[in-house]
């Protein structure tokens, strides 16, 4: 039953993500901590993060900003296995605070990234890249920061899911990579992460005949509402 449950949220995760370009990990983590616990969580996330980004990569081939993706990548690779490793040194307590904090810091944060609209360039994306990496090593989802990223610098739709989708993906495998080097990912995470990023990448081409008919404002409303509600469950959880 509880491989179910992660089905069956991942494939929703994975359709909505597939919308709005992120919110995957933001829904899919408070199961996972809530099945698995904070320190296996954020190892299954990662590898179903790669799968969840390279659905959407298949999805939108031919609209991948490769210039816009190397930028952020060559900074945010590295970054990303630096912030793996400092979660690692982390308690589980500290993380499941430090994740639940996070995601609800994030809609402020993000409303203001969308009042300033600024045209990011492409030293930009390598600043932004290096920031939101190490980020992403530590809290498991940083989409809200890297969303606004790429679509001030000029992408949307179907090139914004596939370039952010590229972008990411480099950024998951560098810090499964460290994962494993520093034994958090075992082949029964790796197993785990596979069965709850196979739903999401389901999940990631249902979304695609939806894409064009949502508005902007539903997109960002349902963001806002996904991050508070997957925040205040985790912070629910560590303090319980």
Same mark, same amino acid.
């Not at 904070?38 to 190892?43: D, F, L, Y």
């Not at 995601?103 to 600024?118: C, E, K, S, Y």
């Not at 064009?212 to 205040?232: E, I, N, S």
């Given at each position: 039953?509880?491989?179910?449950?992660?089905?069956?949220?991942?494939? /929703?995760?994975?359709?909505?993500?597939?919308?709005?370009?992120?919110?995957?990990?933001?829904?899919?983590? *408070?199961?996972?901590?809530?099945?698995?616990?904070?320190? =296996?969580?954020? *190892?299954?996330?990662?590898?179903?993060?790669?799968?969840?980004?390279?659905?959407?990569?298949?999805? $939108? $081939?031919?609209?991948?900003? !490769?210039?816009?993706? &190397?930028?952020?990548?060559?900074?945010?690779?590295?970054?990303?296995? /630096?912030?793996?490793?400092?979660?690692?040194?982390?308690?589980?307590?500290?993380?499941?605070?430090?994740?639940?904090?996070?995601?609800?810091?994030?809609?402020?944060?993000?409303? !203001?990234?969308?009042?300033?609209?600024?045209?990011?360039?492409?030293?930009?994306? +390598?600043?932004?890249?290096?920031?939101?990496?190490?980020?992403?090593?530590?809290?498991?989802?940083?989409?809200? &920061?890297?969303?606004?990223?790429?679509?001030?610098?000029?992408?949307?739709?179907?090139?914004?899911?596939?370039? =952010?989708?590229?972008?990411?993906?480099?950024?998951?495998?560098?810090?499964?990579?460290?994962?494993?080097? @520093?034994?958090?990912?075992?082949?029964?995470?790796?197993?785990?992460?596979?069965?709850?990023?196979?739903?999401?990448?389901?999940?990631?081409?249902?979304?695609?005949?939806?894409? &064009?008919?949502?508005? *902007?404002?539903? @997109?960002?409303?349902?963001?806002?509402?996904?991050?508070?509600? +997957?925040?205040?469950?985790?912070? !629910?959880?560590?303090?319980?």
């Amino acid at each position: 039953m509880g491989f179910l449950f992660v089905l069956i949220v991942g494939l /929703l995760a994975g359709t909505i993500s597939g919308i709005v370009g992120t919110g995957s990990s933001i829904m899919l983590m *408070p199961v996972l901590v809530y099945q698995y616990g904070p320190k =296996e969580a954020v *190892p299954i996330m990662a590898i179903a993060a790669v799968l969840a980004n390279l659905s959407r990569i298949l999805a $939108w $081939w031919r609209e991948v900003d !490769w210039r816009a993706c &190397l930028a952020y990548s060559a900074t945010g690779i590295p970054a990303a296995a /630096l912030g793996a490793r400092t979660l690692l040194a982390l308690p589980s307590h500290a993380v499941d605070i430090a994740i639940g904090l996070f995601l609800i810091t994030m809609v402020p944060v993000r409303h !203001w990234l969308a009042r300033h609209q600024l045209k990011a360039r492409l030293w930009h994306l +390598a600043v932004g890249g290096a920031v939101i990496g190490y980020l992403t090593g530590i809290v498991v989802s940083t989409g809200p &920061l890297s969303v606004p990223l790429f679509l001030f610098y000029g992408l949307n739709k179907g090139a914004f899911l596939a370039t =952010e989708a590229a972008s990411s993906l480099g950024l998951y495998l560098s810090k499964s990579v460290t994962f494993e080097r @520093f034994g958090a990912l075992t082949p029964d995470i790796v197993l785990k992460g596979l069965i709850a990023g196979s739903s999401l990448m389901f999940g990631a081409f249902i979304a695609k005949r939806f894409v &064009l008919r949502l508005q *902007p404002d539903v @997109f960002r409303l349902l963001m806002d509402g996904v991050m508070l509600a +997957a925040g205040l469950s985790l912070l !629910w959880t560590a303090f319980s």
